[in-house]
C-alpha cells in the first residue's frame, strides 16, 4: 500500500493498535460483498456497494453513498449495525425520520490553533488515566492524524523583502515553546505527523499533498474521508473526499477510536449550468453561492453540486466553493470525483499508478461522474440551480461573509451603510460626520484619512490561495498597474501569505511576483495571517488619525471570514474579495468607489485609468496557469516539507510517555477538565436561580466568544500575563495561548466588538446583577463562581457561527455557565457545547428572549430530569413568576450520555477504564503514513 505521496512501500509505514474492539462486536456480516479488484497487475479488496444489488443505491446521493460505504466496512453489529446501514440504504424515506448514524471516518486533519489543545487535552488524559488505574497507552491516536502548524505567523512586518523571514523568526521567538510540546507529542503519540511551520495552510496542503481519496490499507480499499479542527475542512469536498469540520472534542473522540455519530443528513442538490463569463472570478461565484444557500436554508444539511456547469470549473474553483461550506451553513458542499479530480491530482504530482487505482476503484463502486454516460440524477431533499453565466463580480461585508454586495453597488452600498442604524449592515455615522477626513503625516508625506480608506489590504486564507487562477489574475492586475506607473499608498499595509511554496514557484515562474512587490504585496508568509485575525499591528499615525477622527476604515482580504473584530479590531468595514480585486481596491484606496465611472488612479501622463483597463480576462490566466503551474513545483515543494525547516530541526523538545507539566509556563497548562472526574458518573445537577451572564442577540460568533487575534492590554488575560511577567509584546494572541486554560477562560467573551443588551455599547463587559457593578466578563463569572451561583447565558438566531472552535465551548465551561438558551445554533458549536456539557436549549419557534419580555435580569431555574433523552421539552421557571418552555438540544441519545458523564471526553476515559484487558482484540492494524519517517515524525520508526 502506499500514501499520499506513493513514497516507498512498508517500511515508510507505523505499526499502530488497532480500534479497542469488545470481544461482542460479530463479525461483518457483509463478508459476503467483499470483491476482487485488479489494477495495474496487483488484486485489491474492497466491499462492492453494487453487490448489495439493492436498486435504491442508484438514486443515493454520492455523498450518502460514501457514507453507506463507511457503514458497510464497519458493521460489527456493535458499534455499526446492520441496521445502520438499511438506515442509509433506506435514505429517501428515513432521511426525514431524523435518525442516528454512526461514521468512522478515515483520518483526522488538525490546524495548530485547535490542535495544541487537543494534544493537552490527551497528555491530560494519559494523567488521568494513569490516577484512576488504568493504562495510559491507551490514549493514543488509532486513526492517522495530521497537525499543520499555519495560524501563529503574525504579520509584523509586511511590504519589504525579508518580510516573511522576519515574521517566520517572531514566529519562533513567540511560539517556541508551544512548538516544543507539539514536537513532544509527534513522539508520545503514535500515528501522529505534524507539519512544520512555514509549510503553507492546513486545508491547502491537505488538498495538494495529504488526500489520499481512496485508501490502500494492506490491499484493502476504500474512501478518503476527514474530520478536522477547522470549519474549512470542507474544503477538501472539492476534490471528492467527503469532509468536515468538528470540534476539537469531537476529534479527539474519532481519534480515539471512537465513531461520531449524526443524524442522517438531507442533502440539498446544486445543479451548475452554464459557464463563467470571462471576466469573473472562482470568488465572485462563491459568494452568489453563498448568498443563495443562506436563503435557502442548508444549516446541519450537505449540499452537492451537480450538472453540466460542474465540468467547466477547475478543481481549485471547486475547493474554493467548498471552503465556504461554513458561510453557507452547509456541513459539506461536496463535488463528485470525475475526470478533472484525476487530472488535478496528476497536476499536483500524484503517481499515475496510484490514480489510476483511484479511478478503478470508484468506478467500480459507483462514486464517480463521467459526463459521457447518461445516468439518472440522484434523488435531492430539494434542489437549487444557477446559470453560471449570470454570475457578476461582487465583494461581501462589511460585517458577515454572506451579504454579498455587487462590485457595481459598492459604492452606494458603503455610502448607506456608514448612516444606517448599527447592525450587521450599519454604522450610525451622523450624516454632518460622514465627510470627516483627519490629516496625518506617515514616512515623511502627508495624508488625509475618510471613511471607507483601506488600512489593510492582503491576499490570504485558504479560500483563495490554493486557486491559481485568481492567484495568477492578482499577478497580472499588478503588472498591468505598474506598466501604467499605479502605485498603492505607503500606509495601507498590503501583504501577501499564500496557502503552500507551490504559490510562489509558479508566481516566480511567471514574472508576476515582482509586480506584486512593486505595490507592496511581498511574501510574508505561509499561513492564515489576516483571514484568523494576525493582521499585526497598523502604523501609529493610522491609529491615531482613526481615532481622531472615529473613522470607520477598511479592510478588503481574500478570506472566508469578516465577522467584528476578526481581522483587525481598528477595522470596522471588512470586504471578501478576490485576489484581483484585493490588488484593485489597495490601489483605489477605498472601498467606496465606483469602478464604472471612478478612475482607479491616474498614469504616467495624466490620463485616468479604469479598472477594466487593468483588468485580465479568464483566457489570459488560462495561458499563464498552462505554462507556469507545473507538477515538479508540487513535488519539489512536498518533498522538502517532508524534511522540516532549518528552524523546527534545531528545536529540542521533552521526550517521555507522560508530559511534564511546567507550572510557570503561560502557554501550556494542565487542564482542570479530567481532576476531580471519578470512575462513576454523577447525578446531573438541577439549574437552580441562575443568573443570566449575557443577554446576546443574533449572530454571536465563535470569535465573539472566543477571540483568536490580539490580546488586549488592559484585558483579564493581559493582567494575568503581566502578573507573571510577560511583557506586552509577548502577550501574542489568544489563538496561540489555547493550551493554557487559565488565558483561555480570561479570553473568554473578551471581544471588544461584543454586543451584550445590558451594555449600551459593545464592549467585552457585563453586569453583576446582585450588585449592579459592571466588570470585564470573566471578572462577573468569577464572582459568581466564587459564590457556587448557577449562570446561563441567553442569545438570539445563529448562536455560534464562524469557526469551529472548542474554545468558544470550553471558555464559558470554565467561567461556571450551565446552560445557553438560544433562538438557534451553528451545527458545530452546539456539538461543542454538548461535548462540554453545557446544555444546549432553544427558545420555541416564534419566541425569543425580547418576545419573552425577559430582561436578562432575573433568575431562572430548570429541573433536568433523571431520564432526560434527546430532544425533549424542558421548562424554565422564571423569578417573576412566568414559565415558558425550551427543547432540549441534546440532537442524539448518544449526546445525553456525553452530557450525563460531563462531556464527551469523559466520556470515551470512562469507556477506556472500563474495558477488561481481556476485552481487547490482540492485533496491530497498518495505517497508511502520509510521510516518510522524517523531521516530521520525528525521525523516529515506531
Not at 18 to 32: D, E, G, H, S, W
Not at 91 to 102: G, L, R
Not at 357 to 368: N, P, S, T
Amino acid at each position: 500500500f502506499r500514501g499520499p505521496r506513493d513514497g516507498p512501500p512498508v517500511k515508510d509505514y507505523h505499526l499502530v493498535p488497532c480500534v479497542l474492539t469488545p470481544t461482542m462486536a460479530q463479525p461483518n456480516p457483509f463478508q459476503n460483498v467483499l470483491t476482487n479488484l485488479n489494477v495495474n497487475g496487483k488484486t485489491y479488496r474492497y466491499y462492492a456497494l453494487p453487490a448489495l444489488q439493492d436498486a435504491r443505491l442508484e438514486r443515493l446521493p454520492y455523498s450518502i453513498r460514501i457514507l453507506l460505504e463507511a457503514a458497510v466496512r464497519n458493521c460489527d453489529n456493535f458499534e455499526v449495525k446492520k441496521t445502520d446501514v438499511e438506515t442509509i440504504l433506506g435514505w429517501e424515506k428515513t432521511v426525514m425520520e431524523d435518525k442516528e448514524i454512526p461514521f468512522k471516518p478515515a483520518r483526522v486533519l488538525l490546524q495548530d490553533f485547535t490542535g495544541v489543545p487537543c494534544v493537552v487535552d490527551l497528555a491530560a488524559m494519559r494523567d488521568a488515566m494513569k490516577r484512576l488505574g488504568g493504562e495510559a497507552e491507551k490514549i493514543n491516536p488509532l486513526v492517522p492524524v495530521d497537525l499543520v502548524i499555519d495560524h501563529s505567523v503574525q504579520v509584523d512586518r509586511a511590504r519589504s523583502p525579508n518580510a516573511r523571514e522576519f515574521n517566520e523568526e517572531r514566529e519562533f521567538q513567540r511560539n517556541a515553546e508551544r512548538f516544543r510540546f507539539l514536537k513532544w507529542g509527534q513522539k508520545a503519540f503514535k500515528n501522529m505527523t505534524i507539519v512544520p511551520p512555514g509549510s503553507g495552510i492546513v486545508h491547502q496542503v491537505n488538498l495538494e499533498y495529504l488526500a489520499r481519496l481512496v485508501f490502500d490499507v494492506d490491499g484493502l480499499l476504500y474512501p478518503d474521508s476527514v474530520v478536522g479542527t477547522d470549519s474549512h475542512t470542507t474544503m477538501i469536498d472539492g476534490l471528492g473526499v467527503c469532509g468536515w469540520g468538528v470540534g476539537g472534542i469531537e476529534a479527539e473522540a474519532v481519534m480515539l477510536g471512537q465513531a461520531t455519530v449524526m443524524v442522517l443528513p438531507q442533502v440539498v442538490g446544486y445543479e451548475l449550468t452554464g459557464k463563467l463569463d470571462p471576466m469573473i472570478t472562482s470568488t465572485d461565484l462563491v459568494l452568489t453561492i453563498t448568498q443563495n444557500l443562506r436563503k435557502h436554508g442548508v444549516v446541519g444539511k450537505f449540499v452537492e453540486f451537480y450538472g453540466p456547469g460542474v465540468q467547466s470549473l477547475s478543481i481549485a474553483d471547486r475547493a474554493t466553493l467548498a471552503n465556504m461550506s461554513p458561510e453557507y451553513g452547509a456541513t459539506m458542499g461536496f463535488f463528485p470525483v470525475d475526470n478533472r479530480t484525476l487530472d488535478y491530482l496528476r497536476q499536483t504530482s500524484r503517481s499515475d499508478e496510484h490514480v489510476k487505482v483511484i479511478e478503478a476503484y470508484l468506478r467500480a463502486q459507483g462514486l464517480f461522474v463521467d459526463y459521457k454516460e447518461k445516468k439518472p440524477t440522484p434523488t435531492y431533499c430539494s434542489t437549487l440551480s444557477l446559470d453560471l453565466g449570470t454570475v457578476v463580480p461582487c465583494l461581501a461585508g462589511p460585517k458577515r461573509p454572506h451579504d454579498r454586495v455587487p462590485l457595481a453597488d459598492m459604492k452606494k452600498d458603503f455610502v448607506a451603510c456608514l448612516g444606517a442604524k448599527v447592525g450587521f449592515k450599519g454604522f450610525d455615522i451622523p450624516k454632518e460626520k460622514q465627510g470627516t477626513t483627519t490629516p496625518f503625516k506617515f514616512d515623511g508625506e502627508e495624508f488625509k484619512l475618510a471613511h471607507g480608506n483601506l488600512v489593510i489590504a492582503a491576499i490570504t486564507s485558504c479560500t483563495n490561495t490554493s486557486n491559481p487562477s485568481v492567484m495568477l489574475g492578482a499577478g497580472l492586475v499588478a503588472k498591468k498597474a505598474v506598466e501604467k506607473g499605479l502605485s498603492v499608498k505607503k500606509y495601507i499595509k498590503t501583504s501577501l501569505s499564500p496557502g503552500s511554496g507551490v504559490v510562489t514557484k509558479y508566481l516566480a515562474s511567471s514574472g508576476l511576483q515582482a509586480y506584486l512587490d512593486q505595490l507592496g504585496f511581498s511574501l510574508a508568509g505561509y499561513g492564515c495571517m489576516t483571514c484568523i485575525g494576525n493582521s499585526g499591528e497598523i502604523a501609529e499615525p493610522v491609529v491615531k488619525a482613526i481615532g481622531e477622527g472615529d473613522l470607520v476604515v477598511s479592510a478588503v482580504l481574500s478570506g472566508n471570514r469578516n465577522f467584528e473584530g476578526r481581522v483587525h479590531a481598528l477595522t470596522r468595514a471588512n470586504y471578501l474579495a478576490s485576489p484581483p480585486l484585493v490588488v484593485a481596491f489597495a490601489l483605489a484606496g477605498t472601498v467606496a468607489i465606483d469602478f464604472e465611472t471612478d478612475p482607479i488612479g491616474m498614469d504616467q501622463n495624466g490620463k485616468p485609468v479604469f479598472l477594466k483597463d487593468i483588468w485580465p480576462t479568464r483566457d489570459e490566466i488560462a495561458e499563464f496557469e498552462s505554462k507556469h503551474v507545473l507538477p515538479a513545483m508540487f513535488k519539489e515543494v512536498y518533498e522538502r516539507v517532508q524534511h522540516g525547516t532549518d528552524r523546527w530541526n534545531a528545536l529540542d523538545a521533552p521526550s517521555g510517555f507522560l508530559y511534564t507539566w511546567e507550572k510557570e509556563s503561560t502557554y501550556i497548562h494542565n487542564p482542570p477538565f479530567f481532576s476531580k472526574m471519578g470512575l462513576e458518573v454523577d447525578p446531573v445537577r438541577p439549574i437552580k436561580d441562575a443568573y443570566a451572564l449575557l443577554n446576546l442577540g443574533d449572530s454571536i460568533t465563535t470569535d465573539h466568544i472566543s477571540p483568536a487575534g490580539a490580546i488586549g492590554k488592559t484585558s483579564p488575560a493581559a493582567k494575568y500575563l503581566t502578573a507573571r511577567g510577560v511583557k506586552p509584546e509577548d502577550f501574542n494572541t489568544y489563538g496561540s495561548r489555547r493550551g493554557n486554560d487559565e488565558i483561555m477562560a480570561r479570553g473568554t467573551f473578551a471581544n471588544v466588538r461584543l454586543v451584550n443588551k445590558f451594555m449600551n455599547r459593545a464592549t467585552p463587559q457585563t453586569l453583576h446583577i446582585p450588585t449592579g457593578d459592571v466588570l470585564p466578563v470573566w471578572e462577573v463569572a468569577e464572582r459568581y463562581m466564587q459564590a457556587n451561583q448557577d449562570t446561563i447565558i441567553l442569545a438570539g438566531g445563529e448562536y455560534g457561527s464562524g469557526s469551529s472552535r472548542d474554545w468558544a465551548a470550553k471558555g464559558p465551561f470554565l467561567q461556571g455557565v450551565r446552560a445557553v438558551i438560544a433562538t438557534s445554533y451553528e451545527r458545530i458549536h452546539r456539538s461543542n457545547l454538548v461535548g462540554m456539557s453545557v446544555l444546549p436549549l432553544q427558545f420555541k419557534a416564534g419566541e425569543t428572549a425580547d418576545s419573552l419580555k425577559l430582561t436578562g435580569k432575573e433568575q431562572f431555574s430548570i429541573d433536568i430530569p433523571e431520564h432526560l433523552h434527546h430532544g425533549q421539552d424542558l421548562i424554565v421557571k422564571v423569578s417573576n413568576g412566568r414559565e415558558f418552555s425550551v427543547t432540549c438540544r441534546l440532537d442524539t441519545e448518544v449526546e445525553v450520555a456525553y452530557y450525563k458523564h460531563g462531556g464527551i471526553l469523559q466520556f470515551v476515559l470512562r469507556k477506556l477504564l472500563k474495558e477488561p484487558k481481556e476485552q481487547e482484540q490482540e492485533m496491530v492494524e497498518l495505517h497508511p503514513h502520509p510521510h516518510p519517517p522524517s523531521a516530521m515524525d520525528g525521525g523516529e520508526e515506531d
